[in-house]
Nanobody, 121 residues
Framework: EVQLVESGGGVEQAGGSLRLSCAAS????????IGWFRQAPGKEREGVSC????????YYADSVKVRFTISRDNAKNTVYLQMNSLKPEDTADYYC??????????????WGQGTQVTVSS
């Protein structure tokens, strides 16, 4: 059974940092791209960042470039999203997802349950 479990969300002040983790199981992790997505109340889901199966290629939404960094540890079947210089507009539910294709960073096949991030001003 494919499982993606997010952790690391919480409440942080603007300008602070959080690191999200996505632990995967039930599939050949090395074969899959992993993406981070977010959805704020009343807004459409947004592709935040995606990383290729080997980690060589990454994608970032313009809204998070420079501030967020995606990485993966294939030995631990885990992908991370380091979020720095957080802004109130980063407040959303964050989801990780897996797919055989890295791009587009949107309609991935397998999804986790999400973790909530709240940034206070």
């Amino acid at each position: 059974e494919v499982q993606l479990v997010e952790s690391g969300g919480g409440v942080e002040q603007a300008g602070g940092s959080l690191r999200l983790s996505c632990a995967a199981s039930g599939f050949t992790f090395d074969d899959y791209a992993i993406g981070w997505f977010r959805q704020a109340p009343g807004k459409e889901r947004e592709g935040v960042s995606c990383i290729s199966s080997g980690g060589a290629n990454t994608y970032y939404a313009d809204s998070v470039k420079v501030r967020f960094t995606i990485s993966r540890d294939n030995a631990k079947n885990t992908v991370y999203l380091q979020m720095n210089s957080l802004k109130p507009e980063d407040t959303a539910d964050y989801y990780c997802a897996a797919d055989l294709l890295t791009l587009p960073c949107s309609d991935y096949s397998y999804w986790g349950q999400g973790t909530q991030v709240t940034v206070s001003s």
